[in-house]
Nanobody, 124 residues
Framework: QVQLVESGGGLVQAGGSLRLSCAASKGTFSTYAMGWFRQAPGKEREFVAVISWRLGITSYADSVKGRFTISRDNAKNTVYLQMNSLKPEDTAVYYC?????????????????WGQGTQVTVSS
């Protein structure tokens, strides 16, 4: 059973930056695709970014492309989401997730393990 713990959320002004971290315990982290999702109040959870376990292939939602960067450090069992040029519409709870089988999954049902989430609030 993989356990995921997110950190790094907080309150930031529009145009600012935050870096989220997701630490994984147990499981073979280095072989899992790792994704970030977010859920704003009253909205469905949506895909943000994913990184494959092999070769570090990445994929992003159009809404964050060019502003967010996903990366991973397999030695530390940690995946990161660097968020720059933040906008008020980026305000949401951000979740990391692990998929033991996929390459660059973008859909919620493809992920087997989820963290509890970390709040990101961007003020205008």
């Amino acid at each position: 059973q993989v356990q995921l713990v997110e950190s790094g959320g907080g309150l930031v002004q529009a145009g600012g930056s935050l870096r989220l971290s997701c630490a994984a315990s147990k499981g073979t982290f280095s072989t899992y695709a790792m994704g970030w999702f977010r859920q704003a109040p009253g909205k469905e959870r949506e895909f943000v970014a994913v990184i494959s376990w092999r070769l570090g292939i990445t994929s992003y939602a159009d809404s964050v492309k060019g502003r967010f960067t996903i990366s991973r450090d397999n030695a530390k069992n940690t995946v990161y989401l660097q968020m720059n040029s933040l906008k008020p519409e980026d305000t949401a709870v951000y979740y990391c997730a692990a998929d033991p089988f996929g390459t660059i999954p973008r859909n919620i049902p493809e992920y087997d393990y989820w963290g509890q989430g970390t709040q990101v609030t961007v003020s205008s």
